[in-house]
Structures are given as C-alpha cells and as structure tokens.
C-alpha cells in the first residue's frame, strides 16, 4: 500500500545527507545485516554500513556533494519493510547536476524508516549504453 512514511523515510535521508555530518548519515541507515549502495558509475557501491559511512564521510561529505529530490518521491509499504521510488540529483560544489533514478529499500527500526538499500541509474539510450559497453 501507498505509505506517506516510507517516503517521508527516504526524504529525511536526503536531509541527513545534506548536512555532511557523518552521525546525522549512519542515523538514517538501517542497524540490519546487508545495507548497501550501488551507485551509478561501474563498480560504484558499497556493501556494508560502515564501508558505506566510511565513504560518505571520506568522499561525499568532505566534497560537499548534496542529494536534491526530484519532487515526486514515492513509498510503498509491505509490513515492517518498505521501498520508495524517486529521480533525484546529485548537486556538484560547482553547480552542475547529475540527474539519476533511484530505487531504495527500507525497514521501519525504531519508529523510523531507515535505508537498507539504494540504487541510482542514470538513464541513458539503449543505443548509447551498447556502444559502451564491452562484448
């Protein structure tokens, strides 16, 4: 069923990811066995919570990356679990945009909705993806 607190859930990741306070990132993330990331880029992603903050903290927060919504974010819940869907972007220091899609998992803990999982894509032509890739 629709749930208002699923997405309300990975909104507040967003905020959390956005301050570059590593405390404020790990509260947002599930406790539970198999949190991960894939990111976007080849082999980009992290298995692990504390590989996860690790990189948030070395990489993403000391860069000053920030994570924007793209406004129609959407959450499903199934019990204790939860997934959201949403297209938002990556916000560079200089200004540009990496716009991505973005699929998440979460588990109310607590009270709260915490991410388990995150998939970003960027969407790009079949066509474009085919001469990219290696056969």
Do not use: C
């Not at 997405?7 to 905020?15: I, P, T």
């Not at 992603?45 to 903290?57: F, K, N, P, S, V």
Request: zero cysteines.
């Amino acid at each position: 069923m629709t749930s208002t607190g699923v997405r309300d859930g990975l909104l507040a990741f967003y905020d959390a990811f956005d301050t570059h306070d590593p405390q404020e990132f790990a509260a947002r993330l599930s406790e539970s066995e198999g949190v991960s990331v894939i990111g976007s880029a080849p082999g980009e992603g992290h298995e692990g919570r504390t590989a996860w903050i690790d990189a948030y903290t070395n990489g993403i927060a000391a860069a000053g990356i920030k994570l924007v919504t793209g406004g129609d974010a959407r959450g499903w819940q199934l019990g204790e679990a939860g997934f959201a869907l949403d297209e938002p972007s990556f916000v560079l220091p200089d200004g540009s945009r990496l716009q991505t899609r973005l699929t998440a998992v979460l588990a109310r803990e607590d009270g709260q909705w915490r991410i388990v999982h995150l998939h970003f894509s960027v969407g790009v032509p079949d066509e474009a993806a085919l001469e990219n890739s290696e056969r």
